[in-house]
Antibody, heavy 119, light 107 residues
Framework: EVQLLESGGGLVQPGGSLRLSCAASGFSFSGYAMSWVRQAPGKGLEWVSS????????YYADSVKGRFTISRDNSKNTLYLQMNSLRAEDTAVYYC????????????WGQGTLVTVSS | DIQMTQSPSSLSASVGDRVTITCRASQGISSYLNWYQQKPGKAPKLLMYLTSSLQGGVPSRFSGSGSGTDFTLTISSLQPEDFATYYC?????????FGQGTRLEIK
């Protein structure tokens, strides 16, 4: 059974940093591209970042480019999102998601982790 | 960036109704269009990929069609568990973008 389990969310002050993790199991993690998608409270879905199965290249939404870094450790079956210079508008539930093979959509999603940026 | 516009934004319907949700892309995306269902407090669930391919485990009352800029998701006979928010998403080019969502409510 495919499972994605996010962790690392919490309350952080504006300008602060946070690292999210997503532990994958039930599939060959190194064979899939992965992404982070977020959802602000009461809002729609927003793609944040993606990473190819090998770790490169990486892709970012303009709203996070230069502040967030996606990475993965295929030996640990884990996806990461390093978030720096956090802003109030980054407040959201962050989901990790597995890419559909050969497509930029997602067939499996984690349960999400809430990041709240507030003073 | 490719903008995705869904209509309607909300919809009231009854169990057994046939429902269609429309998604329009600001430029052609071929068949690179996916649909998701999301229930409150839950992660999105993939329903359809590449416009008309039904994801495994999804009931056959869901169907998708379209190409280029105009797409539809149809639910042939609404069931109680179908009341949720639906999102379209283009997978043609980055930045990947979603429609704003269609909230399907019980009449």
């Amino acid at each position: 059974e495919v499972q994605l389990l996010e962790s690392g969310g919490g309350l952080v002050q504006p300008g602060g940093s946070l690292r999210l993790s997503c532990a994958a199991s039930g599939f060959s993690f190194s064979g899939y591209a992965m992404s982070w998608v977020r959802q602000a409270p009461g809002k729609g879905l927003e793609w944040v970042s993606s990473i190819r199965s090998s770790g490169a290249p990486t892709y970012y939404a303009d709203s996070v480019k230069g502040r967030f870094t996606i990475s993965r450790d295929n030996s640990k079956n884990t996806l990461y999102l390093q978030m720096n210079s956090l802003r109030a508008e980054d407040t959201a539930v962050y989901y990790c998601a597995r890419h559909i093979s050969g497509d930029w959509g997602w067939d499996y999603w984690g349960q999400g982790t809430l990041v709240t940026v507030s003073s | 960036d490719i903008q995705m516009t869904q209509s309607p934004s909300s919809l009231s319907a009854s169990v057994g109704d046939r429902v269609t949700i429309t998604c329009r892309a600001s430029q052609g995306i071929s068949s690179y269009l996916n649909w998701y269902q999301q229930k409150p407090g839950k992660a999105p669930k993939l329903l359809m990929y590449l416009t008309s391919s039904l994801q495994g485990g999804v009931p056959s009352r869901f169907s998708g069609s379209g190409s280029g800029t105009d797409f539809t998701l149809t639910i042939s006979s609404l069931q109680p568990e179908d009341f949720a928010t639906y999102y379209c998403q283009q997978s043609s080019s980055t930045p990947i973008t979603f429609g704003q969502g269609t909230r399907l409510e019980i009449k």
